[in-house]
C-alpha cells in the first residue's frame, strides 16, 4: 500500500525536555489514521514534529516520498499539508469569511472550494459574514477544518476535532471528515475512542512519547487488553 506519510524513529525535544522519543509509524494514502494515547503522551507534539513547528532532532519525517524533516513549517505546509490545531486558532474579530480568505494559497482557492465547503458545512454559509467571535464551539471547530481544506491539502492534521463538544455536534463533525477523507488521507488525533474508532481505519498508539503498537482499528476494538492498558477506556 502506497504511503502519504512515514514517522521515522523521531525524536523531538521542548527546550530541555525529551518529550519524543522514538515514535514510527505510516499513514497509508487515502485513509484516516488515528493517533491514540493518553493525555500528555506526544500526540499533538507528533503532528507539530511532522509539521516542522517542533522539528525533530533525530529521524525522519517523509511526506508522499519526500523526505521534510528540517524544513521550514510554512515550506512544509505549502507542499499540501493542512493543520487543524487543537484550539481552533481561528481569528475572532474576522468573519468567517475573511478567515477561509486568508488560507488561500493561490488566489481564487476559496471561490473554486466553496461549494464543496459550504456543502459540508452549511452553518458557514448562513454565517459567512459574523466574525469568529459569535460562532459556538461546534462552529468554530467547522471553520477549522474548512480553513486547512481551501487550499489542497493531501494530507490533514486534525487534532482533538470533538473535544468540548454536544454529541450532536460531533456526529456532524464525523460525517465531514468521512467526507473529506475521500479527497485527502488523514492523521487524527482523538482522546475520544469511540469517535476514533468509528472514524479511522487504522491506528497508531503512543505512550510517553514512543509508539507502542499500530494495526488496523477493526483489530484494536475487540483489543480489551491493549485499550485498558494504554488508553484507560472501558
Given at each position: 500500500m502506497e504511503m502519504m506519510l512515514e514517522v521515522q524513529n523521531i525524536h523531538t525535544y521542548i527546550g530541555q525536555y525529551h518529550i519524543l522519543e522514538g515514535v514510527n509509524f505510516s499513514v497509508p494514502k487515502g485513509k484516516i489514521t488515528a493517533l491514540l494515547g493518553r493525555n500528555g503522551a506526544g500526540k499533538t507534539t507528533t503532528l507539530k514534529s511532522v509539521l516542522g513547528i517542533r522539528p525533530p532532532?533525530?529521524?525522519?519525517?517523509?511526506?508522499?516520498?519526500?523526505?521534510?524533516?528540517?524544513?521550514?513549517?510554512?515550506?512544509?505546509?505549502?507542499?499540501?499539508i493542512g493543520f487543524v490545531p487543537e484550539n481552533r486558532a481561528i481569528f475572532r474579530?474576522?468573519?468567517?469569511?475573511?478567515?477561509?480568505?486568508?488560507?488561500?494559497?493561490?488566489?481564487?482557492?476559496l471561490a473554486r472550494k466553496q461549494d464543496m465547503l459550504f456543502e459540508l458545512f452549511p452553518d458557514l454559509k448562513r454565517l459567512i459574514h459574523l466574525p469568529g467571535t459569535n460562532l459556538s464551539g461546534g462552529q468554530q471547530q467547522m471553520l477549522a477544518i474548512a480553513r486547512a481544506l481551501v487550499a489542497d491539502n493531501r494530507l490533514l492534521l486534525i487534532d482533538e476535532p470533538s473535544e468540548g463538544l454536544a454529541?450532536?455536534?460531533?456526529?456532524?463533525?464525523?460525517?465531514?471528515?468521512?467526507?473529506?477523507?475521500a479527497e485527502s488521507t488523514v492523521l487524527l488525533v482523538e482522546q475520544n475512542f469511540i469517535v476514533a474508532s468509528r472514524l479511522a481505519e487504522d491506528y497508531?498508539?503512543?505512550?510517553?512519547?514512543?509508539?507502542?503498537?499500530?494495526?488496523?482499528?477493526?483489530?484494536?476494538?475487540?483489543?480489551?487488553?491493549?485499550?485498558?492498558?494504554?488508553?484507560?477506556?472501558?
Open positions: 532532532a533525530q529521524g525522519k519525517v517523509i511526506f508522499d516520498g519526500r523526505e521534510i524533516q528540517g524544513l521550514r513549517s510554512f515550506d512544509i505546509a505549502a507542499m499540501g474579530d474576522l468573519s468567517v469569511e475573511e478567515n477561509l480568505k486568508i488560507a488561500e494559497r493561490q488566489k481564487g482557492d454529541p450532536v455536534i460531533i456526529e456532524q463533525l464525523m460525517d465531514a471528515i468521512r467526507q473529506l477523507s497508531v498508539i503512543i505512550e510517553e512519547g514512543r509508539s507502542v503498537k499500530t494495526g488496523k482499528m477493526a483489530d484494536l476494538k475487540d483489543d480489551k487488553e491493549t485499550i485498558s492498558r494504554y488508553l484507560g477506556a472501558g
